[in-house]
């Protein structure tokens, strides 16, 4: 069988993160279990990683400097000379140019864009675009993969797509064995973080409500004198008001902003925190749920879109996602639980976690290709 992926969004010299993550992970464990199909990786630019160690794989680079002309029209034609059997893309759009005996296949990670206002700086214009790449993209594919049931269900309402079409595969949360976490006084010398803090990681932007989590904290804060709260990650565009309200906090102090930090940072971050804030507006998925989990951390999250799913019986839920006073009170009870209740919440945590897996993921994306080609 010869399989082409897109892998465009493995770009040379960015973070492999996101969609580039899950693009990597599943080509990786593909590659470790199957040696006899051939894989053609196609590429407007250079690669931040190398699969040249395997003999089946075949790198194919086509410069070009817009991303979705590439994805879109040029792509196609590079897919027609191969005579495909199944054709992948990890991102929300596919060539528009088919090759008839290709079966085509697309992941689709969440549409939060589409059916959520305020959430990103796409302008309206752009925003219409994007939504006739991806609902002509969703009409073009043998088949879509989704990351939750949530996202099969909203791609079936706002889109209009047969759930026949639709599989739906969680993704991983595999946990990094080889990194050697930060130690809580290299955290403390370097950031300021003590000891309790509560803990988000990732981009610092109005889908993950970041106005609430600090509201949140603020009102905590007044009750509790020493905890902490760590916001690691970076600064991303919409967060100008929440920024001017931690400044003039007297609470500032306590609100460490780490900006950009390494996996070993994190590491440790997660190792010794009381818990995980996560009240997202929406999520396709929400890998740093399961991120959280593998330390045996509790996470506090929203009870909307995919997120019940990852979470199951192990996190705690807030009813109403913009409720600061709701978000504080289960902080809260984390702050204050005994440590046999932590105990318990660190092993739901933890056997919630072993549900997910990389492994399990990319085999179920690799059976699905193969069940395509007969």
């Avoid at 034609?77 to 495909?84: A, C, E, V, Y």
């Avoid at 590491?267 to 989990?293: D, K, M, R, V």
């Avoid at 997120?307 to 839920?317: Q, S």
């Avoid at 990319?362 to 059976?367: L, N, V």
């Amino acid at each position: 069988m010869k399989i082409g992926i897109n892998v465009s969004v493995l770009k040379a010299g960015e973070n492999i993160s996101g969609i580039g993550y899950y693009t990597y992970r599943i080509i990786k464990d593909m590659l470790e279990n199957d040696s006899e199909n051939e894989y053609y990786l196609f590429s407007n630019c250079e690669l931040a990683v190398s699969f040249s160690e395997n003999k089946n794989v075949h790198s194919l680079i086509y410069p070009c400097k817009n991303r979705l002309l590439w994805s879109r029209y040029i792509l196609g034609w590079q897919i027609r000379k191969l005579d495909l059997d199944v054709f992948w893309s990890p991102t929300h759009n596919l060539p528009l140019i088919r090759q008839k005996r290709t079966r085509y296949y697309m992941t689709v990670h969440d549409i939060a864009n589409h059916i959520l206002t305020n959430i990103s700086q796409t302008k309206s214009s752009q925003q219409k675009y994007l939504r006739i790449i991806l609902d002509n993209s969703c009409k073009n594919a043998d088949g879509i993969i989704v990351p939750s049931v949530a996202t099969r269900d909203d791609l079936v309402k706002y889109f209009n797509v047969d759930a026949q079409k639709i599989t739906v595969i969680y993704e991983g949360g595999d946990k990094e064995t080889n990194i050697k976490p930060a130690s809580q006084l290299e955290l403390e010398e370097k950031y300021g973080v003590k000891k309790p803090y509560f803990l988000y990681v990732g981009t610092l932007q109005p889908r993950k409500n970041i106005d609430v989590i600090v509201d949140a904290f603020l009102l905590l804060a007044r009750n509790e004198p020493t905890v902490q709260l760590v916001l690691a990650g970076g600064v991303g565009w919409g967060m100008s008001n929440v920024l001017e309200k931690i400044k003039r906090s007297e609470f500032k102090n306590r609100i460490i902003m780490t900006g950009y930090v390494s996996e070993e940072e994190k590491a440790g971050l997660y190792e010794n925190t009381q818990g995980f804030l996560f009240p997202s507006l929406y999520e396709g998925f929400g890998i740093p749920i399961l991120e959280s989990f593998s330390y045996g951390v509790p996470v506090i999250t929203a009870k909307n879109s995919s997120l019940p799913e990852v979470g199951g019986d192990a996190a705690i839920y807030i009813e109403d996602t913009m409720s600061a006073d709701e978000l504080a009170k289960s902080m809260k009870i984390i702050l204050n639980a005994s440590e046999s209740n932590r105990n318990t919440m660190s092993k739901k945590a933890i056997q919630q976690f072993s549900k997910f897996t990389w492994k399990k993921c990319s085999k179920e994306i690799f059976d699905l290709f193969c069940a395509s080609s007969f």
